[in-house]
């Protein structure tokens, strides 16, 4: 008996231990995606959703059979026009006039609470578009491996469980 509440206490311990934790690591070898909206009006939100979108469609396409980070460094680089070119057309379409701006390499991303964890600030190997003048809220996701991709291939949210959770949520 004392055996078994030693074990549900480790687990329990072990369980508020990653409950806790407040900042994740991506990884260092990851690539990530920012679309950053002129201003926080809803005129200049609306438009960022827009291009995530339709950037979030085109970088699933040209990713979504990539084997590593190398190969998937060289496609975007390959591929920088084609990117500019959709940018440019979707913005076109939406009579947007402020102008944009595209750069692939390392770029700062200020830190980020996403679902209680922590992302830390930090300069990372990005695709960024900055629409306007850049100054409104931002979306950011990783690119690769293809982890915000994944909403572009289908509607179903990902999340993650812990066992350990689910079987304490289940009999406690």
């Known amino acids: 008996m004392k055996k078994l509440i030693l074990v549900i206490f480790l ?50 396409e040209l990713l979504k059979n990539t084997k590593g980070v190398d190969e998937a460094r060289r496609i975007i680089n390959n591929n920088l026009n084609n990117i500019d070119n959709d940018v ?20 700062y991303f200020p830190s980020k609470e996403y679902k209680g964890i922590t992302y830390e600030e930090g300069y990372y190997e990005s695709l960024v578009i900055t629409l306007g003048e850049g100054k409104g809220d931002n979306w950011w996701c990783v690119l690769f491996p293809p982890l915000c991709l994944l909403e ?14 689910e079987l304490l949520d289940k009999y406690l």
């Open 11 to 60: 687990i329990i311990l072990f369980y508020v231990c990653i409950g806790h934790v407040s900042s994740l690591a991506i990884p260092s070898d990851a690539l990530r995606i920012r679309v950053i909206a002129n201003s926080n009006s809803d005129y200049d939100q609306e438009i960022k959703k827009i291009v995530k979108e339709n950037i979030q469609y085109k970088m699933y």
């Open 88 to 107: 440019k057309t979707t913005l076109q379409l939406l009579d947007y006039e402020l102008g944009y701006d595209i750069n692939f390499g390392l770029n």
């Open 152 to 165: 572009a291939e289908e509607s179903t949210e990902v999340e993650y469980t812990s066992f350990v959770k």
